[in-house]
């Protein structure tokens, strides 16, 4: 296969992928090694062919099939900067990030297709391709399986290793490209996550690592892309579901896994009868990240598969990564681990010249590690660094004695629901032109299930009064502009909202009012 210069290729008819709860016709498909090294050898073919070459960029716009893997194989192998969108996204929302990232390709799949040819119409300079066995009468869409079915799947001389360049989203509510730094080398080369994934995590030919996320999101990709460069089968499930992912354990004989704390919430949901009722002996390492795991629920956990869970922290930028085991963690209740690779410091947010602080107490985190900008935003860039180089993602915490790193915000605006970063300006931007709307501010709530769900707190305008019908409207509003998961599932009316002469809202005043959730 030669996803990796220093782990023997994998048998050809060894599983690379296997389908787990897919949708109409994919539940238990299974796409060997030797055909993912042909496709995904077409794929570097196709995208030549359309003039792609090394550093130029390709979006891949798929919901959770076997192709997304050879696609992003031959993305990578060509060299590319190949961009996850999430296939949740508005036509709009997902139209910005293709174009932003000046992607000259799309692939798509049929949950995306009406997305993808509205892009089409929106930005015919992108050449767009479809997958699935359905023919899809789309003007501008083209077959991405006829697209390749005449192309060679021999060798190809001189590959390099692309690399994929992940979008998070903007405190101005427009989401930000990740460039991270990368020098082309040969193909085979891999990245530094294959390594902590063999090294730390203990993945090799053997594993069989369970996806049940998103394959947009950085981790599930990143680890999923790693398992595979170190010889391992990946099982994906289109959705999540609690007694599905189980059952695919035991049936698969799962090795590995990565969930966020929502998943373990529902896992642990099941009526202990239940969840007795299938094996998971063979897990070896469950993972999890994204999002801060309830204490209580990470003991739960724990205590159900043994002490086989592992917890990092780290952002898409790539800068820097904390990481903990089970033993350590019941010593360090609460903590993210200690840094590997690349040390951490606190800073003071409010020192200019940008002190550290002594362990206990709260400040500004940086990782040593830097390595990338944002693409086009040299002041987010500019204001991610320490002037001793150093990066951070924006996120609060401290150290203790020992090194062990605490996480005292994610990042002040930040909503994480169900594991999904959500900033909240890109929802007042929907809501406050709404003309019942003098004001609004939008915040996340504790939710047992999803660590936190979106609050919209409006301040009604003069001639207004608060009403359930309103906040029909305001929320039908946000559902008409946003990706779902983004919208409010709650509304609060306030008679004003606290802010500074300067305008600048209060939102940790708003946080600790609705610490325990709205008043309806």
Same mark, same amino acid.
């Given at each position: 296969m030669g996803l990796s210069a220093d782990v023997p290729d994998p048998p050809p008819d060894k599983p690379a992928v296997v389908m787990a709860g897919g949708g109409p016709g994919l539940d238990g498909t299974v796409v060997t090694f030797g055909e993912l090294e042909?496709?995904?050898?077409?794929?570097?073919?196709?995208?030549?062919?359309?003039?792609?070459?090394?550093?130029?960029?390709?979006?891949?716009?798929?919901?959770?099939? @076997?192709?997304?893997? !050879?696609?992003?194989?031959?993305?990578?192998?060509? %060299? &590319?900067?190949?961009? =996850?969108?999430?296939?949740?996204?508005?036509?709009?929302?997902?139209?910005?990030?293709v174009e932003d990232c000046g992607a000259s390709v799309l692939f798509a799949s049929p949950e995306t297709a009406e997305v993808a040819a509205q892009i089409s119409a929106r930005?015919?300079?992108?050449?767009?391709?479809?997958?699935?066995?359905?023919?899809?009468?789309?003007?501008?869409?083209?077959?991405?399986?006829?697209?390749?079915?005449?192309?060679?799947?021999?060798?190809? @001389?001189?590959?390099? !290793?692309?690399?994929?360049?992940?979008?998070?989203? %903007? &405190?101005?509510?427009? =989401?930000?490209?990740?460039?991270?730094d990368h020098a082309f080398p040969p193909f085979g080369t891999g990245m530094t996550l294959d390594l902590l994934q063999r090294w730390v995590f203990g993945f090799g030919p053997e594993s069989v690592y369970l996806c049940p996320a998103p394959l947009y999101h950085a981790a599930p990709l990143g680890f999923s892309l790693g398992a595979q460069r170190n010889g391992g089968t990946v099982v994906i499930m289109d959705r999540f579901d609690p007694e599905g992912c189980l059952r695919a354990i035991e049936q698969l004989h799962v090795t590995h896994a990565q969930f966020v704390p929502t998943h373990f919430v529902r896992m642990l949901k099941l009526p202990a009868s239940e969840r007795a009722r299938f094996d998971t002996s063979?897990?070896?390492t469950v993972i999890h990240a994204a999002a801060p795991c309830p204490a209580e629920v990470k003991r739960q956990m724990i205590d159900w598969l043994g002490p086989k869970l592992w917890e990092y922290y780290a952002g898409s930028e790539g800068n820097g990564i904390t990481v903990i085991g089970s033993e350590e963690w019941l010593s360090h209740p609460g903590s993210v681990g200690r840094a590997v690779g690349s040390a951490v410091h606190i800073v003071d947010p409010d020192d200019p010249a940008g002190a550290e602080l002594p362990p206990g107490e709260d400040g500004l985190i940086y990782f040593e590690g830097s390595g990338f900008e944002y693409h086009h935003d040299p002041g987010k860039t500019a204001g991610s660094r320490h002037s001793m180089g150093w990066s951070t993602l924006g996120d609060i915490g401290h150290l203790d004695e020992e090194g062990f790193l605490y996480l005292s915000d994610r990042r002040t605006d930040l909503i994480i629901s169900g594991g999904v970063n959500i900033y909240p300006a890109e929802i007042e931007q929907a809501l406050v032109m709404h003309r019942a709307v003098a004001d609004v501010a939008v915040i996340g709530i504790p939710d047992p299930e999803m660590g936190e769900s979106v609050l919209a707190i409006v301040q009604p305008a003069e001639t207004e009064a608060g009403s359930a019908e309103l906040a029909n409207d305001l929320i039908a509003l946000c559902r008409d502009q946003l990706a779902s998961f983004k919208c409010p599932r709650s509304v609060e009316f306030v008679t004003e909202l606290p802010r500074l002469p300067t305008g600048k809202l209060l939102r940790r005043k708003l946080r600790e009012r609705y610490q325990a959730g709205p008043a309806r």
């Open positions: 042909h496709r995904s050898r077409q794929v570097s073919r196709l995208l030549a062919g359309l003039g792609v070459q090394p550093g130029d960029h390709v979006a891949v716009m798929l919901a959770n099939r @076997p192709e997304y893997f !050879e696609i992003g194989w031959g993305a990578q192998r060509r %060299g &590319t900067y190949w961009t =996850p969108v999430n296939w949740h996204l508005t036509a709009d929302e997902a139209a910005y990030i930005l015919p300079q992108v050449t767009t391709f479809l997958s699935g066995a359905k023919r899809f009468d789309l003007p501008g869409v083209a077959s991405y399986t006829e697209a390749i079915a005449g192309l060679s799947g021999d060798p190809i @001389p001189d590959e390099v !290793e692309g690399l994929y360049f992940y979008y998070s989203s %903007g &405190t101005t509510g427009r =989401p930000k490209g990740i460039k991270r063979s897990l070896q």
